[in-house]
């Protein structure tokens, strides 16, 4: 079976991409037309700068996951998620473990985010139509 799929191999990173990139084109959405409630509850949760951190996190987020979905430049904002990731687990995920709370899905999306810090952007990218990669 390793032979007849070892063609698609080349194909992985662009999974991890759509799934990472359209979660957090959604998750920074949200933020950025919502930015006084999400920089009211980082204040709530004690992130400092809480209005300068929601601004950071929205944009990181939504434009972020554009350049993770369309493979441009993908480590630079996969550090970035990544980054995104372990704090919003550290300061709210954690405490509800990994049974609830959304623990589990940050740390899964944390996993993918370090996947592609690894992988690149791989086929089907701009970085591989244009030549350019990081």
């Known amino acids: 079976m390793d032979d007849a799929l070892k063609p698609y ?4 990173p662009l999974l991890l991409r759509i799934a990472v990139g359209s979660v957090f084109i959604v998750a920074g959405w949200g933020k950025l ?3 006084d409630g999400t920089a009211e509850f980082f204040g709530g949760v004690g992130i400092p700068l809480p209005v300068f951190s929601a601004w950071l996190v929205a944009i990181v987020e939504f434009f972020g996951g554009i350049m993770v979905l369309l493979g441009f430049f ?3 904002p996969a550090i970035l ?3 995104i990731m372990i704090v ?5 995920k954690f405490e509800a473990g990994l049974g609830g709370g959304g623990l589990r ?8 985010c370090i ?6 952007d791989g086929k ?3 970085g591989e139509a244009t030549g350019k990669t990081i």
């Open 81 to 83: 998620l990544g980054i």
């Open 124 to 126: 089907a990218s701009i």
């Open 88 to 92: 919003a687990m550290i300061t709210v």
């Open 9 to 12: 191999q080349d194909y992985v």
């Open 74 to 76: 993908t480590r630079i």
């Open 115 to 120: 996947s592609l810090l690894f992988t690149g």
């Open 105 to 112: 899905v940050d740390f899964m999306l944390l996993l993918m």
């Open 33 to 35: 037309t919502g930015i």
